[in-house]
């Protein structure tokens, strides 16, 4: 799962640990003879000067020993000075996450996340709310970032919008368990959902009192919880199991998203 709930910031010695992936200072060897490296560490140290700092590090597991060092890696950035405040008291901190890796597959990819103070949930917005930003390593420069930050910045407002909307209307139980059976299906295929059994009432009960409400909102960030930090029961092939955490976080990222597009889909 994505460590969205981090309230300080990370040294490097605590990413290098992490993430080693990230500290890479040269490209793997299969790249192109055109491919431009620029270290993972560089967009750090800029959008450190731009004033977002990193909160959580992650990287994929490498299946093959020559990608080892240059797979696919995550930094969760947050500036302590960008905050949203809600009238009911819903504090949430914007958040960038970056994506990048060192074997010439990836651009550095941004995309526009949460993180709320009431429950210190972690949400990652939809790509109908922030299409992500793609930067090609080739011609970087801190002013094209600073831009593209700026920019997504600038976009919050929207993402304000959608949440009052979702705090104003309310849910009755036929929709909130349509939503949730709606929401399963992000983490379960189709064919799966099929053989399995799920009391979708116990993915609708939230873990703290802050979190208790009929509205879009509160329904939303219950469900989200649950599907991806898991812990529910299902039954299959005639056996009760219990979901486990999703820890993948590119799945991660991909269900957030869907949930968040889901959510809105309710609030219009």
């Known amino acids: 799962m994505i460590d969205l709930q981090k309230s300080t910031f990370m040294t490097d010695e605590q990413m290098q640990k992490a993430a080693p992936s990230i500290f890479t200072e040269a490209p793997s060897n299969e790249v192109s003879k055109h491919y431009t490296h620029i270290p993972t560490t560089k967009v750090i ?4 000067t731009l004033g977002w700092d990193v909160v959580d590090v992650k ?13 696919k890696h995550l930094v969760v950035f947050r500036n302590p000075d960008v905050v949203i405040n809600g009238n009911d008291g819903d504090t949430v901190f ?19 996340g949460l993180f709320r103070m009431v429950c210190e949930n972690g949400l990652v917005i939809s790509t109908t709310q922030f299409e992500d930003v793609k930067m090609r ?10 831009d593209q930050i700026r920019a997504m910045v600038e976009r919050l407002p929207l993402t304000v919008e959608s949440m ?48 208790k409400g009929n509205d879009v909102w509160s329904v939303f960030n219950v469900v989200q919880e649950k599907i991806i930090e898991g812990g529910f029961e299902y039954r299959a092939g005639g056996k009760v199991r219990k979901a486990r955490e999703i820890k993948n976080f590119k799945q991660d990222q991909k ?14």
């Open 255 to 268: 269900i957030n998203k869907e949930l968040f597009e889901l959510a809105l889909e309710y609030a219009s």
């Open 45 to 48: 140290n800029d959008m450190r």
């Open 137 to 146: 390593h080739m011609g970087y420069t801190f002013e094209e970032l600073q």
């Open 59 to 71: 990287e994929v597991k490498a299946r093959k020993q020559k990608t080892r060092g240059f797979q």
């Open 164 to 211: 009052n909307k979702m705090k104003e209307i309310e849910m009755g139980e036929k929709a909130a368990l349509d939503f949730a059976k709606r929401a399963l299906e992000t983490r379960f295929k189709k064919d799966e959902i099929k053989r399995i059994q799920v009391d979708y009432k116990e993915l609708l009960i939230p873990v703290r009192d802050e979190d």
């Open 94 to 112: 914007p958040q960038i996450l970056l994506t990048n890796s060192h074997d010439g597959k990836n651009a550095f990819t941004f995309t526009a």
